[in-house]
């Protein structure tokens, strides 16, 4: 498929995807396709920012390359490493053929492409084209990122050894942040920036109709009510979008047609995922926040 011509069709392209965008995330993501720019998504949590990257996937077709970052990711585990077994078996057949002598020869053959393992950013570069998600990059070390600048710029790996590996056809690149520590400035500028906020009420109705459509559209519209309440109140992790769908899902498998308290306290930890927030919202506060989501879904 070829890239979308407006911001309408990158809309609908997420749409017949399951994703439900607004103008201003359709607009980055249409921009970031057109100028062959990297998306750099930042928000809370369950916010929808990685199911991007995997509908774009989908919907464009590409294949997926996802790395997922970590507190100690190295190289190794993100770009490529030496097959080290593979080597030194080469350098032992060497030996047992008399080839050893020719030092040089024998180094240059031991760095052939034959012995390099491709990592996610690699394999990203090469063969088919890809989407690239670089996943909750806030996780990773900060001098992780200086690895990432040539990609961002240039779509390529330098690797000492071999020489520079340029993509045929540049991957889609989506990084994600949940902003548990800022990222640097050198990332922010190679990408287009999109703050991923927390849908309001019309469009996770509308999420929740492709997501989970054997909701009936009455639950559904008090289960949102709802779930947007409990997102302004003081909760250590407000439920994200995902949560949405669950709870939702969870409530229909009981044949709940319905919000009533006492289903809502014992479902309450397909939305909520941490006690202290169970406990602040289960019993009165959950019967109130009941009533109030009837009515605004009676309106």
Not at 224 to 240: H, L
Not at 254 to 262: G, K, S, V
Request: charged share 25%.
């Amino acid at each position: 498929m070829t890239t979308p011509q407006d911001v309408g069709a990158t809309q609908r392209l997420l749409a017949e995807g399951g994703y439900v965008a607004d103008r201003q995330l359709a607009t980055t993501i249409h921009l970031a396709l057109r100028m062959g720019r990297p998306i750099f998504l930042e928000g809370e949590p369950g916010t929808g920012k990685t199911e991007i990257a995997k509908v774009l996937a989908a919907q464009l077709p590409r294949r997926l390359v996802r790395l997922q970052c970590y507190d100690g990711m190295d190289l190794a585990s993100a770009a490529y490493e030496w097959n080290h077994a593979r080597q030194l078996m080469a350098i032992r057949l060497a030996e047992a053929a008399g080839q050893a002598e020719d030092r040089a020869a024998l180094e240059a053959g031991i760095y052939d492409r034959r012995f390099l393992q491709p990592r996610p950013l690699l394999d990203a570069l090469e063969g088919a084209p890809a989407v690239l998600l670089i996943d909750e990059l806030d996780r990773a070390d900060e001098p992780f990122e200086a690895f990432l600048l040539e990609i961002l710029a240039d779509f390529q790996i330098t690797i000492p050894e071999l020489g520079t590996v340029r993509a045929a056809t540049p991957p889609v690149v989506v990084i994600t942040s949940n902003r548990t520590r800022e990222v640097h400035d050198a990332i922010r500028r190679r990408c287009l920036y999109h703050w991923v906020d927390y849908p309001d009420a019309a469009r996770e109705r509308a999420i929740l109709k492709i997501r989970a459509p054997q909701v009936a559209e009455s639950l559904s519209a008090q289960v949102v009510a709802f779930v947007q309440a409990v997102r302004g109140a003081d909760t250590f992790k407000p439920p994200g979008v995902a949560e949405t769908i669950d709870w939702a899902a969870a409530l229909s498998a009981l044949d709940a047609r319905e919000l009533e308290p006492a289903l809502v306290d014992e479902t309450l930890g397909a939305l909520l995922k941490y006690q202290d927030d169970i406990a602040r919202i289960r019993g009165a506060e959950a019967a109130r926040l009941v009533a109030e989501a009837k009515q605004a879904g009676a309106a």
